[in-house]
């Protein structure tokens, strides 16, 4: 079984910057769409951002131009940089590795506040 482990998550005040990293366990990963999700209190979980294992990226509206998304296929890691982060990014993140099926990290909180 894969396991997804992440880190990076941390309280910042608006306008700054933090980044998320999630390691795979397995080299499925290197084949895998991986993704990125948050959910804030109270409300569902939403995609924020997707890499498939040739690097081709998607984001949401709300986070275009300030977060990236990339991976290190050596080093069976997706990152998220997040930039200019707004209260509204406020949330615990999710990575996601998608291949015959979804398996998800634990989750890692994002705080946004002055």
């Known amino acids: 079984q894969v396991r997804l482990v992440e880190s990076g998550g941390g309280q910042v005040q608006p306008g700054g910057s933090l980044r998320l990293s999630c390691a795979a366990s397995?080299?499925?990963?290197?084949?895998?769409?991986m993704a990125w999700y948050r959910q804030a209190p109270g409300k569902q979980r939403d995609m924020v951002a997707t890499?498939?294992?040739?690097?081709?990226?998607n984001y949401v509206d709300s986070v275009k131009g300030r977060f990236t998304i990339s991976r290190d296929n050596t080093e069976n890691t997706v990152y998220l940089q997040m930039n200019a982060l707004k209260p509204e990014d406020t949330a615990v993140y999710y990575c996601?590795?998608?291949?015959?099926?979804?398996?998800w990290g634990q989750g890692t909180q994002v705080s946004v506040s002055s």
């Open positions: 890499i498939t294992s040739d690097g081709i990226t």
């Open positions: 996601c590795l998608m291949y015959s099926g979804s398996i």
């Open positions: 397995e080299n499925i990963f290197r084949i895998a769409v």
